[in-house]
T-cell receptor, first 114, second 115 residues
Framework: AQSVAQPEDQVNVAEGNPLTVKCTYS??????LFWYVQYPNRGLQFLLK??????LVKGSYGFEAEFNKSQTSFHLKKPSALVSDSALYFC????????????FGPGTRLSVLP | KAGVTQTPRYLIKTRGQQVTLSCSPI?????VSWYQQTPGQGLQFLFE???????NKGNFPGRFSGRQFSNSRSEMNVSTLELGDSALYLC??????????????FGSGTRLTVV
């Protein structure tokens, strides 16, 4: 069975500082990994994905994520946080075999303080 | 191009009633998935439709049902509403179930409140 863990319910960071939102996963076989962001009363917006290839993936709004197969992790990072990055972040995994739906983590609320 | 459209945005129903939510996917997308989002349970998968057929189903009671039309638009129905059904219901579209690497595009959701 697939599962995703986001060990931190809340991450607080000062504006201009680097941020990391953690994600670990469990899936049989090779994973497709995604990060989504959700602003209040809105749906989820796609940030980036890892399919194959380079372990460092760059996405929207200056975010990037590093796939680490040995640690089964896919942490989201940004070198310099903005107040507007404050939102709810979801990590998701989907196994590469057909018919597997997405499994989302519980979400991490990021607060960037001015 | 237009995004995923969910209607209505907000809905208030009383216990015991039924409700139908609608989702129009991005043009050209033929797969529609539904999720329930609540503060306590996070994002829970409801079902996935492709070519008018349910391809995958989550662990929800039979009161939750859905369908997809020939134009790929989808509806989900919840009968005999319970207070615990209050949630944000999200629809996501993708090209097809087999295009796993494309991910989802989500709608803004329907906020259902059961009183």
């Amino acid at each position: 069975a697939q599962s995703v863990a986001q060990p931190e319910d809340q991450v607080n960071v000062a504006e201009g500082n680097p941020l990391t939102v953690k994600c670990t996963y469990s899936v049989s076989g090779n994973p497709y990994l995604f990060w989504y962001v959700q602003y209040p009363n809105r749906g989820l917006q796609f940030l980036l994905k890892y399919i194959t290839g380079d372990n460092l993936v760059k996405g929207s709004y200056g975010f990037e994520a590093e796939f680490n197969k040995s640690q089964t992790s896919f942490h989201l990072k940004k070198p310099s946080a903005l107040v507007s990055d404050s939102a709810l972040y979801f990590c998701a995994v989907r196994a590469t075999n057909y018919g597997q739906n997405f499994v989302f983590g519980p979400g991490t609320r990021l607060s960037v303080l001015p | 191009k237009a995004g995923v459209t969910q209607t209505p945005r907000y809905l208030i129903k009383t216990r015991g009633q039924q409700v139908t939510l609608s989702c129009s996917p991005i043009s050209g997308h033929r797969s529609v998935s539904w999720y329930q989002q609540t503060p306590g349970q996070g994002l829970q998968f409801l079902f996935e439709y492709f070519s008018e057929t349910q391809r995958n189903k989550g662990n929800f009671p039979g009161r939750f049902s859905g369908r997809q039309f020939s134009n790929s638009r989808s509806e989900m129905n919840v009968s005999t509403l319970e207070l615990g059904d209050s949630a944000l219901y999200l629809c996501a579209s993708s090209l097809a179930p087999g295009t796993l690497n494309y991910g989802y595009t989500f709608g803004s959701g329907t906020r259902l409140t059961v009183v």
